[in-house]
């Protein structure tokens, strides 16, 4: 079920007001029905792989907490991780690695033959199968008990709003919570309907326009040379930030509605002023779950120079695998990786400087993001290379190069007017969200003013919603 879909605007509001209804002890049978069925809803038989994996790192974790030894502790991560990292395997990997070993094999002039699964990858398995991971490492390391009620945590592993998407909570902010009794808050409910309604805008409005003409040129991207390679490009740097933290915004709204509070997944990652950074302000819940279950198990920075850089180096590989299996998420990964080692060579222990020299590495950081987004967007790597070999042809005739690339695009005035609209509201909305909560802020204002920003906001979504919005959002085949 689709957040930007009419079955999810009829099974909001029903689980909404039977959840306030229902009496506390009842509510979380009601929520883990309506999120068993929230993924249903998308594809009957796959439940049984989040339910598989539900019970197996139920039982792992029971089985760290009675285990007499550490080794027993240790066999019970190992196998929670075997189980659960297998099935992300065979669905997820299996191909690609059989492709790789092939086309390795034929190198040496070994006629292996590939073997293909024909499955379909399920929605969100690579979220919640990093989910249970942690907390079953959490039990592990003793940051909290395991939890004995099964149906309790089953509804941890499925919270219907974060289920597919993220973000990938954590064992201690989210359980407590859904084991928690709520008061219906107008404000916090108020708060989340703007909220969602911001998400809304960032995917429907945004980036659902900017998809159409991404991909047009994608489609077919070796068709095409010069300035329109670059323009795509950009337009899909916004694109994929608004469809993911779009769906952000609206899982943590729609959480907030019933009274619980998810985590932060994105805080203006293109204001960022390195990529370290970026990574802090990009898909938070993904970034310090790599941090703390595999960047500082590997000696994080507190090793010699050389390994420290190689941690970053192997933590953004994994990170790149995790996105697709594909060697251009390796290499995009590598990129970040690579790039934040050379960062620490030269921003170890200095002082942050603001003012100019702040937005001249904002503009390099966005315009590195942006490169390395060529590779998470082209579907292999002949198509990226493609894309940098040909991005600049004809660039002698500046104007010539411009007028040709926006003609490609078929970018009238009208369109570019409707674009910059749209592109500075997420801008401004960016900015000022670095020092302050825009949300809370304008909930703060005169009602007068407050109900106008409400109505333009509204009448600028009507005018600027696209007659073909995409519908699906980009990281539900992560």
């Known amino acids: 079920m689709l957040f930007n879909s009419l079955a999810f605007a009829v099974f909001l509001p029903i689980v909404f007001a039977a959840y306030w209804l229902l009496p506390h002890r009842f509510r979380w049978i009601l929520l883990l029905c309506a999120s068993y069925y929230f993924y249903m809803s998308w594809n009957v038989k796959y439940v049984a792989l989040i339910l598989l994996t539900t019970v197996v790192s139920w039982l792992a974790a029971i089985g760290i907490e009675r285990s007499a030894t550490t080794r027993q502790k240790k066999g019970c991560v190992a196998a929670a991780a075997l189980?659960?990292?297998?099935?992300?395997?065979?669905?997820?990997?299996?191909?690609?690695?059989?492709?790789?070993?092939?086309?390795?094999?034929?190198?040496?002039?070994?006629?292996l033959q590939p073997v293909t699964l024909k499955l379909l990858l399920p929605v969100g398995i690579s979220f919640y199968t990093f989910q249970t991971l942690s907390y079953v490492v959490d039990v592990y390391r003793g940051d909290?008990?395991?939890?004995?009620?099964?149906?309790?945590?089953?509804l941890f592993v499925s919270f219907f709003p974060q289920l597919v998407a993220g973000p990938i909570e954590r064992t201690?902010?989210?359980?407590?919570?859904?084991k928690g009794e709520h008061t219906f808050c107008y404000d916090k409910a108020s708060y989340g309907l703007k909220l969602m309604a911001w998400g809304f805008f960032k995917k429907i409005i945004v980036a659902d326009t900017l998809a159409v003409y991404v991909n047009n040129i994608y489609g077919s991207v070796t068709a095409y040379s010069g300035f329109v390679l670059i323009a795509a490009s950009v337009f899909f740097a916004f694109q994929i930030y608004c469809d993911f933290s779009g769906y952000s915004d609206i899982a943590i709204g729609t959480a907030k509605l019933l009274g619980i509070?998810?985590?932060?997944?994105?805080?203006?990652?293109?204001?960022?002023?390195?990529?370290?950074?970026?990574?802090?302000?990009?898909?938070?819940?993904?970034?310090t779950w790599f941090r703390d279950y595999v960047y500082i198990p590997l000696g994080g920075n507190r090793c010699g120079k050389v390994r420290h850089k190689l941690n970053?180096?192997?933590?953004?590989?994994?990170?790149?695998?995790?996105?697709?299996?594909?060697?251009t998420f390796v290499i995009w990964g590598a990129l970040h990786g690579a790039v934040q080692a050379v960062e620490a060579c030269f921003t170890s222990g200095r002082k942050e400087r603001k003012g100019l020299g702040r937005w001249v590495r904002v503009l390099l950081v966005f315009a590195f993001t942006t490169a390395a987004w060529v590779?998470?967007?082209?579907?292999?790597?002949s198509q990226a290379i493609h894309v940098f070999t040909h991005a600049f042809a004809s660039i002698?005739?500046?104007?010539?190069?411009?007028?040709?690339?926006?003609?490609?695009?078929q970018l009238t005035k009208v369109t570019i007017l409707e674009l910059t609209l749209m592109l500075g509201a997420l801008l401004l909305f960016d900015f000022f969200s670095l020092k302050q909560?825009?949300?809370?802020?304008?909930?703060?204002?005169?009602?007068?003013?407050?109900?106008?920003?409400y109505v333009v906001f509204l009448l600028g979504m009507l005018y600027l919603l696209p007659t073909n919005p995409s519908g699906q959002f980009i990281y539900f085949q992560f």
């Not at 390195?274 to 970034?287: G, P």
């Not at 970053?312 to 996105?323: C, E, I, N, Q, R």
């Open 83 to 111: 189980i659960s990292l297998g099935v992300l395997f065979v669905f997820k990997y299996f191909n690609f690695a059989m492709d790789s070993l092939t086309a390795l094999a034929r190198l040496i002039a070994i006629p």
């Open 144 to 154: 909290c008990p395991a939890e004995k009620h099964f149906g309790k945590y089953a």
């Open 375 to 381: 590779f998470f967007r082209a579907e292999n790597l």
């Open 437 to 453: 909560d825009v949300i809370q802020r304008i909930s703060s204002m005169k009602p007068v003013l407050r109900w106008a920003i």
């Open 261 to 287: 509070d998810l985590m932060q997944n994105f805080k203006s990652p293109y204001f960022a002023a390195s990529v370290k950074e970026f990574w802090s302000r990009w898909h938070i819940s993904l970034s």
């Open 396 to 409: 002698t005739s500046p104007v010539q190069y411009l007028i040709e690339g926006l003609t490609t695009l």
């Open 312 to 327: 970053l180096l192997l933590t953004f590989l994994v990170s790149g695998l995790w996105h697709g299996a594909n060697w």
């Open 172 to 178: 201690n902010n989210l359980l407590p919570q859904l």
